[in-house]
């Protein structure tokens, strides 16, 4: 059986081993120009969510996440001119627009925000994960863990939000058979 007392020690001893001095592998390297990829795409989507909903609340999450993005974005754009990465491109800053000038077509609906904000929350929050156990530096693990902790702390904000809203969509619950049915 695993001793957790023996697993906590391990982990903190591997969070005080100084590595930077190693280079960086290519899964590190590839881990972070994706992520920083996958930020500057989710920008465009926010700025855009945000000239468009009328909803303050949703503005409001929308703001918070353009504020976490910016924040994730230049930790990471200094960490890889840094080590010496190459960026990928940026997308230019959406304008900002009048959401009542928006025609009927073209505007997306505010459950369409949402969810499509909580798709790329949830593709970051993954490509995170998966960053940080593949890494072997210490500072890039840590780095990930942190985008990682971000995102999921902002993501059950967003949830809280979706769920009163109505904008959630919850999959066909599963009953294996014989087993007793759900009341509807």
Request: hydrophobic share 40%.
């Amino acid at each position: 059986m695993v001793n957790i007392l023996e697993t906590v020690i391990d982990a903190m001893k591997s969070l005080t081993v100084q590595d930077e001095d190693q280079p960086l592998h290519v899964g590190e390297v590839m881990s972070c120009w994706i992520y920083l990829a996958g930020l500057e795409l989710a920008k465009v989507s926010v700025q855009s969510g945000i000239n468009t909903t009328t909803d303050d609340e949703l503005k409001a999450i929308l703001e918070e996440d353009m504020k976490l993005g910016t924040s994730q974005r230049e930790r990471l754009h200094d960490f890889m001119i840094k080590e010496g990465i190459p960026l990928p491109p940026a997308s230019e800053d959406m304008p900002i627009s009048d959401p009542k000038s928006i025609p009927l077509g073209v505007k997306l609906t505010d459950d369409v925000i949402a969810n499509e904000l909580s798709l790329k929350i949830v593709s970051l929050i993954m490509r995170s994960a998966g960053a940080a156990s593949e890494s072997i530096r210490t500072d890039v693990g840590l780095l990930f863990i942190q985008f990682q902790t971000e995102k999921f702390v902002f993501a059950t904000r967003l949830k809280h939000l979706m769920r009163k809203r109505g904008w959630i969509k919850v999959p066909p619950f599963y009953v294996p058979p014989g087993s007793p049915q759900p009341l509807s």
